[in-house]
């Protein structure tokens, strides 16, 4: 797309820094910044001197959620901010979009001169599950959803400690505690779309709603193990049909389901012993269900396990279901989506209301702070590949909206 010659220094700056971060050519290789990596750490440090440039002042917290605060010392009312790591071979701007807007609006607002020196901005650590196998580490610590010491005890495939790794600037920032949620007004988070929801709807910006949390069952499906040949049809107690026969009501009851959209998926399946010749004595897979109601899930578990009793009884096998995870749905503030949306449209910025399917920062910080987020067009519509990618009209016009809700939202004490 050829650019806007309208296009303000800052939207240029955040593409020019979002490709200084890459080590490598990024649409070839993507982005290596897996959390602790030498490619996390130096982007991290960039990050430290442009906030500095910026008049904000760095720290960090026992987890390494990376602060950067008006050098006033005057308290913040507002917290912006992402994630600066990356999956293995990822894009420029999931996560990195976030913190380098937030950088411009707090550079902005924080200054001397009768600025308002309002604006804090955050990166959150280890928003990827990628390498500790759990994600959004920092933030859930932050919100007090998962504990320090759980966090610390993370370990990775090679058994190292998340805990043991204090890397790069960690030990050299002064030390603290983040922003006290109670002194903020308002969290935003501004984030590259994950899906073609923009671009479909040619739209620049989507304000979210809310963002879906996932549920997850593990169903364990028990029969009688025999020989593929001599065990005649009828009379078998086959633990791999039963569970295939799960499987499709799962994707049924998804597609039936009454109420907020939800979705389900059954992305694991181990089979015992898995051969040929062998009717299969065990099957064990797991439910991934994603709602944005905490009651859809209520309504999908009770409706899946009338569906599980019958298959026992069709099959003549036990099946043994246990709840793995149960996150609750995030509620985005509707003030802040409404200042959100208000500002795109005194912008003339084509924005859409969207929910989010895929977890954010945002998700455990809503629990704290009255929390808005803001989705930027992907040009693809594709995350978690080299091929993610941005055009710089929208994040200007991101940054434009953005920066028209703090002020929407700084003018209406909400405090
Ligand atoms: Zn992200």
């Known amino acids: 797309m050829v650019e806007s010659s309208t296009v303000s220094s800052a939207a240029r700056r955040i593409m020019e820094r979002a490709d200084a971060i890459c080590q490598r050519d990024p649409l070839e290789h993507g982005v290596g910044r897996v959390v602790f990596t030498p490619e996390h750490i130096r982007a991290r440090e960039a990050l430290v001197s442009w906030a500095r440039d910026a008049g904000l002042r760095p720290s960090v917290d026992g987890v390494g959620n990376f602060w950067f605060l008006p050098a006033s010392g005057s308290a913040p009312r507002f917290l912006m901010g992402s994630h600066f790591d990356s999956v293995p071979r990822g894009g420029r701007y999931d996560g990195a979009l976030g913190v380098l807007l937030a950088l411009e609006v707090a550079g902005d607002r924080c200054g001397p001169g009768g600025a308002p020196n309002d604006v804090a901005v955050v990166d959150f650590i280890a928003e990827e599950s990628s390498r500790f196998g759990v994600g959004t580490v920092g933030s859930s610590v932050y919100a007090g959803t998962r504990s320090l010491e759980q966090a610390l005890a993370l370990e ?45 709807a040619r739209a620049q910006v989507a304000v979210i709603d809310a963002i879906a949390a996932p549920t997850r069952w593990r169903v364990a499906v028990r029969g009688v193990q025999a020989h593929s040949g001599s065990a005649p049809m009828a009379g078998r107690h086959d633990a791999l049909l039963a569970a295939a026969e799960l499987i499709q009501r799962v994707n049924a ?3 039936s389901h009454v109420g907020s959209e939800l979705r389900a998926t059954v992305g694991a399946l181990d089979v015992l012993p898995n051969a040929a010749n062998v009717i299969a004595g065990e099957a064990v897979f797991i439910v991934d269900l994603r709602v944005l109601e905490v009651d859809d899930a209520l309504t999908f578990g009770g409706r899946f396990g009338a569906e599980v009793s019958d298959v026992m009884a069709r099959h003549g096998v036990t099946i043994e279901v246990r709840q793995l ?7 985005m503030d509707g003030a802040i989506a409404e200042a959100l949306a ?74």
């Open 253 to 255: 009851l998804a597609r």
């Open 156 to 200: 990775d495939s090679h058994g190292v400690a998340f805990g043991s790794l204090r890397p790069g600037l960690w030990t050299q920032l002064p030390e603290y505690d983040g922003v006290d949620p109670r002194v903020l007004d308002a969290y935003l988070e501004v984030h590259v779309d994950q899906a073609t929801d923009l671009v479909d």
């Open 342 to 415: 208000e500002a795109a449209a005194a912008a003339n910025v084509a924005a859409i209301g969207v929910s989010s399917w895929s977890a954010h920062d945002a998700m455990h910080v809503a629990s704290l702070v009255p929390s808005g987020m803001l989705l930027v067009r992907n040009v693809g519509g594709v995350s978690h590949s080299p091929q993610e990618a941005v055009d710089v009209d929208d994040v200007d016009a991101a940054l434009k909206v953005a920066r028209g809700a703090i002020e929407r939202l700084s003018g209406s004490g909400r405090r």
């Open 325 to 331: 995870l149960s996150d609750r749905p995030a509620q």
